[in-house]
């Protein structure tokens, strides 16, 4: 249950912290409502917020994921059933990717390759392949090789035209490759955020969850000494992060090895402190909405992307009773209301799937 309601507490933010987070940045308040607001919104460029963390803890519980259901499929049928199943998955998850970038409905040219379900595809497919086949040990010698290589190519490899190696964007070589390499459309002009060369450290992201789903899994551990771990090497990740960062800055677009490690080290606080209160102290009634979105994670963002949320929470609480928010409450109050109402309005759909136990899979 701690992992299903992470996972809801995950999508929670990504069905509406774009919304909330400029909503919150519109009131009018204090510097604790402005510090709430910036961390609801990514960074520009270098550094580290809250939602910079929203898209890897994903794939780092993806990994888990894997652990937990692959596990169970090659005890029951083997590793040719399991690899069968990922293939598919992986082809259904890209499919779904390019469908909620706009599908078919635009210009050819339009057509967005590389997204955030498609990354997410990208790395189930290559780190459920790589469980399948590969001992603990070559797993992490993988991700050590891919963090180090990756570093050494944006620390050491000038982009072509450049006379010198750069963090700076668009002029990095990562960005350069993809202006040259990545057809049709590419979400910021010449290169992508979601772009070849950063996927690489993306599926180290994913085997850090590979690692976590082995220890949560290992039946010589108690529930303490799982939690107590965790939160250790969520802490120790962190500060080497910190550490690297200072050499080779942390930077969510280039999906850099230090940004791999700081948010990896924080995923694993979070699934730590969420298995403390919900498995081992058994305080789970405050996360049954969670558990609701975490049930559907995949189906409700293909819903939020098809179906306006927004619209209908503006048609109950915009117009006049928005406008009377910001008169009497604070300006921008009502924008806030109409935010948190389509949040609201998603959870609202997530409970009605869980209470009728329709699950929808891939």
Same mark, same amino acid.
């Given at each position: 249950?701690?992992?299903?309601?992470?996972?809801?507490?995950?999508?929670?933010?990504?069905?509406?912290?774009?919304?909330?987070?400029?909503?919150?940045?519109?009131?009018?308040?204090?510097?604790?409502?402005?510090?709430?607001?910036?961390?609801? #919104?990514?960074?520009?460029?270098?550094?580290?917020?809250?939602?910079?963390?929203? *898209?890897?803890?994903?794939?780092?519980?993806?990994?888990?994921?894997?652990?937990?259901?692959?596990?169970?499929?090659?005890?029951?049928?083997?590793?040719?059933?399991?690899?069968?199943? @990922?293939?598919?998955?992986?082809?259904?998850?890209?499919?779904?990717?390019?469908?909620?970038?706009?599908?078919?409905?635009?210009?050819?040219?339009?057509?967005?390759?590389?997204?955030?379900?498609?990354?997410?595809?990208?790395?189930?497919?290559?780190?459920?392949?790589?469980?399948?086949?590969?001992?603990?040990?070559?797993?992490?010698?993988?991700?050590?090789?891919?963090?180090?290589?990756?570093?050494?190519?944006?620390?050491?490899?000038?982009?072509?035209?450049?006379?010198? @190696?750069?963090?700076?964007?668009?002029?990095?070589?990562?960005?350069?490759? #993809?202006?040259?390499?990545?057809?049709?459309?590419?979400?910021?002009?010449?290169?992508?955020?979601?772009?070849?060369?950063?996927?690489?450290?993306?599926?180290?992201?994913?085997?850090?969850?590979?690692?976590?789903?082995?220890?949560?899994?290992?039946?010589?551990?108690?529930?303490?000494?799982?939690?107590?771990?965790?939160?250790?090497?969520?802490?120790?990740?962190?500060?080497?992060?910190?550490?690297?960062?200072?050499?080779?800055?942390?930077?969510?677009?280039?999906?850099?090895?230090?940004?791999?490690?700081?948010?990896?080290?924080?995923?694993?606080?979070?699934?730590?402190?969420?298995? /403390?209160?919900? /498995?081992?102290?058994?305080?789970?009634?405050?996360?049954?909405? *969670?558990?609701?979105?975490?049930?559907?994670?995949?189906?409700?963002?293909?819903?939020?992307?098809?179906?306006? *949320?927004?619209?209908?929470?503006?048609?109950?609480?915009?117009?006049?009773?928005?406008?009377?928010?910001?008169?009497?409450?604070?300006?921008?109050?009502?924008?806030?209301?109409?935010?948190?109402?389509?949040?609201?309005?998603?959870?609202?759909?997530?409970?009605?799937?869980?209470?009728?136990?329709?699950?929808?899979?891939?």
């Amino acid at each position: 249950m701690s992992l299903d309601a992470l996972r809801g507490f995950d999508m929670f933010w990504i069905l509406g912290a774009d919304s909330i987070g400029g909503a919150v940045l519109g009131v009018q308040g204090g510097s604790l409502v402005r510090a709430i607001g910036t961390q609801l #919104d990514h960074v520009a460029w270098e550094g580290f917020r809250f939602y910079d963390l929203i *898209f890897p803890l994903f794939v780092f519980m993806v990994g888990i994921s894997i652990v937990l259901s692959l596990s169970r499929i090659v005890a029951q049928g083997g590793h040719r059933e399991a690899l069968g199943r @990922v293939l598919r998955r992986t082809l259904l998850l890209y499919l779904l990717g390019v469908f909620v970038y706009g599908g078919f409905s635009t210009p050819f040219q339009e057509i967005r390759l590389l997204g955030v379900l498609q990354r997410i595809a990208i790395c189930y497919g290559i780190t459920a392949t790589l469980f399948l086949y590969c001992r603990p040990r070559t797993l992490a010698a993988i991700a050590v090789g891919i963090l180090l290589g990756y570093w050494a190519l944006l620390a050491w490899v000038p982009a072509p035209g450049e006379p010198v @190696v750069t963090w700076a964007e668009g002029r990095n070589i990562v960005n350069w490759f #993809d202006s040259k390499f990545l057809p049709l459309r590419r979400w910021d002009g010449s290169h992508d955020p979601e772009g070849i060369l950063s996927t690489a450290p993306a599926v180290v992201t994913c085997l850090l969850g590979v690692f976590a789903g082995l220890y949560l899994t290992d039946p010589r551990r108690s529930d303490r000494e799982k939690v107590r771990h965790l939160a250790l090497c969520g802490l120790g990740l962190v500060l080497l992060g910190h550490g690297w960062g200072l050499v080779f800055p942390v930077i969510k677009k280039l999906w850099t090895s230090s940004y791999v490690l700081l948010a990896g080290g924080w995923s694993l606080i979070l699934l730590a402190a969420f298995h /403390e209160i919900i /498995e081992v102290r058994g305080w789970r009634r405050w996360a049954q909405p *969670f558990v609701w979105i975490g049930m559907n994670p995949i189906a409700l963002y293909l819903l939020a992307h098809v179906v306006s *949320f927004q619209q209908l929470a503006e048609r109950l609480v915009g117009g006049s009773v928005a406008q009377t928010l910001d008169a009497r409450v604070a300006p921008g109050f009502g924008g806030f209301l109409i935010s948190l109402t389509s949040i609201l309005l998603c959870v609202a759909v997530a409970r009605f799937l869980y209470v009728r136990q329709i699950f929808i899979r891939l």
